[in-house]
């Protein structure tokens, strides 16, 4: 399985960006997502999970109401939409599958596979 992200780049403080990760899985949509994030120095962060099929998300408390996770299991394609970008929001962002599971969990040890990860990079 294999795990792609994009739609980083560079935005203004108050700006908002969308982070899509293909995965190339026959079972994504038997797979709880994820979306972590380091930032400069710091480990890696839980943003946020997504269920099976959907029906429940889960968020940090640092991007609730701000970031918002999606899926759709027809593309193999998890979404995360960023809004109200602050600087503490600059990192690489990634995401991250986990098989077999209706758990959302924010310890990465959990997680089976990961993308490359994606540079967001918020000036003030």
């Known amino acids: 399985a294999q795990l792609t992200e994009s739609g980083g780049g560079w935005v203004q403080a108050g700006g908002s960006l969308k982070l899509s990760c293909t995965a190339s899985?026959?079972?994504?949509?038997?797979?709880?997502m994820a979306w972590f994030r380091q930032a400069p120095g710091k480990k890696r962060a839980y943003v946020g999970a997504?269920?099976?099929?959907?029906?429940?998300?889960q968020y940090a408390d640092s991007v609730q109401g701000r970031f918002t996770i999606s899926r759709d299991d027809a593309k193999n394609t998890l979404y995360l939409q960023l809004n109200n970008l602050q600087p503490d929001d600059t990192a690489v962002y990634y995401c991250?599958?986990?098989?077999?599971?209706?758990?959302?969990?924010?310890?990465?040890?959990?997680?089976?596979?990961w993308g490359q990860g994606t540079q967001v990079t918020v000036s003030s």
């Open positions: 991250a599958a986990r098989y077999g599971t209706y758990y959302l969990s924010g310890d990465e040890t959990n997680y089976d596979y």
């Open positions: 899985m026959r079972t994504f949509s038997d797979h709880v």
């Open positions: 997504i269920s099976r099929g959907g029906m429940s998300t």
